[in-house]
């Protein structure tokens, strides 16, 4: 078939339809693949060995929580709301997991299990007062910022205590080892990818459909027969899950702390902005949203790399941040 | 001189305009955004005092009155500019940040000599409107969203912080800090005076003057105040300067009072998120166009009535996180309800 042939039906789309189709997509949210590729190739230049399988495997395995984090905000922001709670939940996660566990290897999957539950419920309590009690979602998950803070340091007194379990840390650290070329395939990378693979799947499904539609017009998605309340709890739902895989990710990295999850929420939000999601809903896709968490943590490579670190590291962020946006806009504004 | 009676109306039906006039005022302010906002304030008035007595305490005394208008003052200010951006449609982050450089610079300045005092507070307020105004710049014409713009300028503030000063800065100098900080009238402290000050300005400006109109206009719908002929660029970048002002402002305060600048005391403080939940629970609608400054007084009172209960009955401050939180969201739930059953 030809490609010109736009086909009138629009369900049954031929390949050349999906390739344009692709395509057009690929140049509306295709700047951060290009930034991001610019940040890989000019880390290599830096650092020629960031390009061999080893190093690049370790920085993937270094943002699977941030991308696993920002796919979960995608879903709460394309519908139209914010979550700020996922920081707090992150950190919520690895008190809790050390505490239950306290080094015993055999509670680890019960734990790991109560962790998602947990996910499950904080999302769905943020979904349910945001959509039911019509309270705006950021005050919901400020509110349940607060909340979850509080709670887990009067549970374990001010400081985290207890321990986790070697295998608990494994997911986050070790890999299928003996592969060869790249040696090890670390847990996190594949989770990663699996996650990654899943959303997309998820928002070419009925549910992606609502959920942007809910974003884009509340009143006409309610209209035509959307769910508005079920989708948007839902969304909530799958970003208190995914708040939680990423903890458990981060729990394996680095030690028990009370600041592993600080601030992530706020690089999560960014991660999905600098990959074109419209905050307000409606607008952006959950790859280019990964895609934007890849770039965040290239960028804090580079930052290391230029030996800008430490002090004027915030700074640095802040200004590039706010230029990539910036570019981003410019672009889309180009574009139309 | 003689007083000469405007009206040529018999007593009746001035009674009768008398009355309609007082009606019209009652409804008026029950109807205002603003009613229920002060009907929580006195419930949980009401509610502490009773949990205070029973604890053994003591609330309504002049200390802890004195101690409560103290509380809100530095989140009373930064709240005051909050409000004017988020009627806008907009929102700040980066007031915590601002608000930690402002009291270091302050106190940088001053150096320890009272002749700087002036100097430095001039600097510390050109400071604000510059920061001010580069958000607004980036907001309208780079076109980043507010929420991104500012959390990248509280990014840029933070690490100009750490790169500039590791612990706090001294040189505050004694007079100012005991005049600002630490003198009262009666009950009254001076700090809250300088928050009744900011707060009737950004109030007169909000009612009575074109720009205050036009915040409201944006906040409104921003696009069709553009098609009716609005400059909003000019508007958001205006409300913008008057946000961060009213930042360093709180900045200067905070300096007064510990007499020193410290880097931590705006994250400390949470200032930036805070405020918007006392804007928030104040009345006024997270999308813009809605609400006031005077609902905003009554929020921030709302928490520092909170907080100190929560010190009287010597709460561990892990459980005051988990009250505020549940307080904050069970509040904004309510108003829905209200402004649902009006709808």
Aim: net charge positive; charged share 15%; with cysteine.
């Amino acid at each position: 078939m030809s490609t010109e042939n736009v086909s009138a039906s629009g369900f049954g789309a031929d390949a050349g339809d999906r390739g344009k189709r692709i395509l057009s997509a690929l140049l509306s949210t295709g700047t951060i693949f290009i930034l991001l590729l610019i940040l890989w190739v000019w880390i290599t230049i830096l650092n020629p060995t960031f390009a061999e399988p080893g190093p690049f495997l370790a920085y993937l395995k270094r943002s699977a929580p941030l991308v696993i984090l920002a796919a979960g905000a995608y879903f709460v922001l394309v519908s139209g709301n914010f979550d700020l709670s996922v920081g707090s939940l992150v950190t919520v996660m690895v008190v809790v997991a050390a505490r239950l566990i306290e080094g015993e290897p055999s509670r680890t999957w019960p734990v790991i299990l109560l962790l998602l539950v947990i996910g499950a419920v904080v999302g769905f309590a943020n979904g349910f007062i945001s959509t039911i009690l019509r309270v705006p979602s950021f005050i919901t998950t400020l509110g349940m910022l607060l909340i979850l803070n509080g709670a887990v340091f009067w549970w374990t007194g001010g400081a985290p205590r207890g321990a986790l379990s070697e295998n608990f840390r494994s997911i986050g650290r070790q890999g299928i080892e003996g592969i060869p070329w790249i040696e090890q395939l670390p847990w996190s990378v594949i989770l990663m990818f699996v996650i990654g693979a899943a959303s997309v799947l998820l928002m070419r499904a009925d549910f992606g459909r609502q959920l942007i539609a809910t974003g884009d017009n509340e009143r006409a998605a309610r209209l035509s027969g959307v769910r508005v309340d079920r989708v948007r709890i839902l969304a909530f739902v799958l970003s208190g899950v995914l708040a939680a895989v990423a903890g458990i990710l981060l729990g394996g990295f680095g030690g028990v702390s009370a600041q592993v999850g600080k601030g992530l929420e706020f690089d999560a939000i960014t991660a999905c902005v600098l990959g074109g999601v419209v905050l307000g809903g409606g607008r952006g896709s959950v790859v280019a949203a990964m895609a934007g968490a890849l770039t965040l943590e290239a960028l804090f490579t580079w930052l290391n790399l230029q030996g800008i670190s430490g002090a004027l590291e915030d700074t640095v962020q802040g200004v590039i941040i706010i230029g990539a946006v910036g570019f981003a806009a410019y672009r889309l504004r180009g574009a139309r | 001189m003689t007083v000469i009676d405007p009206s040529e109306q018999s007593p009746g039906t001035r009674a009768a305009t008398r009355k309609e006039r007082v009606a019209g005022w009652r409804v008026g302010v029950l109807a205002s955004p603003a009613a229920p906002v002060y009907g929580a304030l006195l419930g949980i008035i009401i509610i502490a005092w009773i949990v205070v007595t029973i604890d053994g305490g003591e609330f309504l005394t002049t200390g802890n009155i004195v101690n409560m208008l103290q509380r809100s003052v530095a989140l009373g200010i930064v709240s005051l500019g909050q409000t004017v951006v988020i009627l806008l449609g907009s929102l700040d982050l980066s007031v915590a940040a601002l608000i930690s450089l402002s009291s270091l610079v302050t106190a940088q300045q001053m150096d320890g000599q009272s002749g700087n005092v002036i100097p430095a507070i001039v600097i510390v307020l050109l400071l604000g409107a510059g920061v001010g105004l580069a958000n607004g710049l980036i907001i309208t014409k780079l076109r980043v969203n507010a929420f991104i713009a500012t959390l990248g300028m509280a990014l840029i503030l933070g690490g100009i912080i750490e790169n500039g000063w590791s612990g706090p800065q001294g040189g505050v100098t004694d007079g100012f800090s005991q005049d600002l900080g630490y003198t009262r009238f009666g009950v009254i402290p001076m700090s809250f005076i300088l928050f009744a000050v900011v707060a009737a300005i950004v109030w007169f400006v909000l009612r009575s003057t074109r720009f205050g109109y036009r915040v409201y206009a944006v906040g409104g719908s921003e696009d069709v105040s553009k098609l009716s002929g609005l400059r909003t660029h000019r508007t958001i970048i205006g409300a913008h300067i008057l946000c961060s002002l009213t930042a360093v402002i709180t900045g200067i305060f905070l300096a007064s009072r510990l007499k020193a600048g410290t880097p931590t005391v705006g994250a400390d403080g949470g200032y930036d998120l805070e405020s918007i939940a006392a804007v928030v629970l104040g009345g006024t609608a997270l999308t813009g166009g809605r609400g006031g400054v005077i609902g905003t007084i009554g929020g921030v009172f709302i928490l520092a009535v909170l907080d100190n209960v929560f010190n009287q009955l010597e709460f561990n401050s892990f459980v005051r996180d988990v009250v505020r939180g549940i307080v904050i969201i069970a509040a904004v739930a309510i108003y829905a309800r209200r402004q649902e059953k009006k709808a």
